[in-house]
């Protein structure tokens, strides 16, 4: 019996087969799903979205510099230099030592630490924008965002620039015990700082802002904007549920309950971020707004918009 043509489809249709489906797995897929809809969205639609799912609106998490791009007239900036922190200062240890689990966030993420910062210029209006990523190690607040978080207001006041922070995290970071606590007054004092200079702090709260972060400088800001339906609080719901124990109400810690309850300002979606920051900033430095019924885009040329309401202040 032949068996070449056997041998053909298991040695080369076969191949092919498992390389389309193994493309999810190697990052060459050209799909991605909605965690909150399950819907598979096109990557390029997705990218072009700023990572909002065009089914359901979710906001899936952005990146420091996708969403540092999205900010900057025609995405130029300049990154501030990222501090230099002990490594292991309290030579911790769980199930791996904290080196490696560092190692493991920055080849993972490509960045160096939870928090990147930027000065540049938002509608013509000088900045500072400091950005966490959830996806290192939680967001986690450490020495190394506490420094880059006072830098940043530093690098505001220098400039008379406002600050922006974009929030994101689980909260303190737990391999770096008291350290990791004490960057909860430290960035205190550095907004006091800006306040005494006169200076805007704004806060931006995406999924999730939590712990110990929520309980300093995420709450600290002159206006608070955040994501729809970003998780925001200090414990979490199981932890509530465990000592209350009742169950908790439908949208509990959402930003939509947040603001409704008044420890926030606004729900802004991600498409609008830009424009409700330029508005703001430029109240509260006393800039000309905007010609009314345009705005800037990332190239720095006006360019028409819908009016809108103005923002619940």
């Not at 990218?47 to 900010?71: E, F, G, Y």
Request: net charge positive; charged share 25%; aromatic share 6%.
């Amino acid at each position: 019996m032949d068996n070449k043509p056997m041998n053909w489809l298991t040695r080369v249709v076969r191949p092919k087969i498992q390389a389309v489906f193994r493309m999810r797995d190697t990052g060459e897929s050209l799909w991605d799903k909605c965690p909150a809809c399950d819907q598979m969205i096109f990557q390029r639609d997705l990218i072009a979205a700023l990572n909002v799912c065009p089914n359901c609106q979710h906001h899936l998490r952005l990146d420091p510099k996708t969403r540092m791009d999205s900010l900057f007239d025609g995405a130029r900036y300049d990154w501030l230099d990222e501090p230099v922190v002990a490594a292991d200062p309290l030579k911790f240890r769980d199930q791996k030592r904290y080196p490696e689990r560092l190692r493991e966030a920055k080849r993972s993420t490509g960045r160096e630490e939870a928090m990147r910062a930027a000065s540049g210029h938002i509608d013509n209006l000088l900045c500072v924008v400091g950005v966490q990523d959830f996806s290192f190690m939680g967001g986690s607040m450490g020495m190394a965002v506490g420094e880059m978080f006072i830098a940043a207001a530093e690098k505001a006041r220098a400039l008379s620039a406002p600050l922006i922070i974009f929030a994101a995290s689980g909260g303190a970071r737990m391999q770096e015990g008291m350290l990791s606590l004490m960057q909860m007054p430290r960035t205190t004092i550095a907004i006091q700082m800006l306040r005494e200079a006169g200076l805007p702090y704004i806060v931006v709260l995406t999924d999730p802002t939590t712990g110990g972060v929520t309980a300093s400088y995420a709450m600290l800001g002159d206006v608070h904007i955040a994501e729809p339906n970003a998780l925001i609080g200090f414990a979490g719901q199981r932890v509530i549920m465990q000592t209350i124990r009742e169950k908790l109400p439908e949208g509990f810690q959402r930003a939509e309950t947040v603001r409704d309850k008044g420890m926030i300002d606004m729900v802004v979606h991600r498409k609008d971020i830009r424009q409700t920051l330029s508005r703001i900033l430029r109240m509260l430095m006393n800039k000309p707004l905007l010609p009314h019924g345009e705005r800037r885009n990332m190239n720095g040329a006006f360019t028409p918009i819908a009016l809108a309401a103005p923002p619940r202040i």
